[in-house]
């Protein structure tokens, strides 16, 4: 089947839920230095700056915006400790060894797709990978060991500068592509769940104008409990008024788009 277009996605709460996972060591990492522990919504205000990608960063500034807030008379750890905490959490051992050894929250993720959802999307011409802030070896876990997927097309953390710099995102479309992106391309859309998703595709649109880029936004798993519908709504709110060109109900929407519409 011809090809018809490319979807690439973000992991963290597109693939996978990490209320439990990510947002659950955050929360605990920002607790162990000040002894405060942020709420959903205040990491979902947070995120919905823009600028709050990567996780270990988020922690450093929450824990720096609560001691000032309450004039607390503690020192701001260094980056450092942010990590090797947060890591402690997260994967609950050495993430350069076999995950069999691991305890920490990542073992508790799930997951909102399965591998049939890429067979699906194959099937239809649509090429499909993944752009990540998530370590490779959190991103590999979920794509390889648990959704089972062969070398799947994947930028991480280690591969790119962070969004919304566009780099990771340029540079896997062009090389699952094989060509130079440009009009005579076909369509490439990015799924993600934060306006530096959104922001993301946006910039990429600057840096070439004349390749047919299509932001796809779906807010974080955690809001789509019915006792969340109105943070929901406002948060779908704000990836739209961010630029997104279409908001999906779930993710497995993703499988009824026509690309050419956009």
Known sequence: MKNIGLILFDID????????????????????????????IDIDNAKNEGIWNN??????????????????KLAIPPIESIVKCFEEFYFGGDPNKDSKYWSGSIINE???????????????????????????????FVLEKRLGLKSPPLISMEDAPEKPNPKGFINLSKKLLRNKLGVSNIPI?????TIAD??????????????????IGISPPHLHLKSRLK???????NLKNAGADLILDCINDVKNINLALF
């Open 13 to 40: 709460g597109v693939i996978r839920s990490v209320e439990n996972s990510y947002r659950l060591s955050l929360k605990k990492t920002v607790c162990k230095f000040c002894g405060w522990e942020p709420s959903y």
């Open 55 to 72: 996780d270990w960063d988020l922690s450093l500034e929450l824990i720096k915006r609560y001691i000032k807030k309450e004039n607390l």
């Open 110 to 140: 799930e997951l909102l797709v399965d591998k049939e959802f890429f067979d699906s999307l194959q099937s239809n011409g649509i090429i499909w990978g993944f752009v990540s802030g998530a370590e490779s070896a959190s991103a590999k």
């Open 189 to 193: 859309a990015y799924v993600g769940d």
């Open 198 to 215: 959104i922001n993301t595709v946006i910039n990429a649109r600057k840096e070439i104008p004349s390749q047919k880029f299509i932001s």
């Open 231 to 237: 943070e929901r709504k406002e948060y779908e709110k």
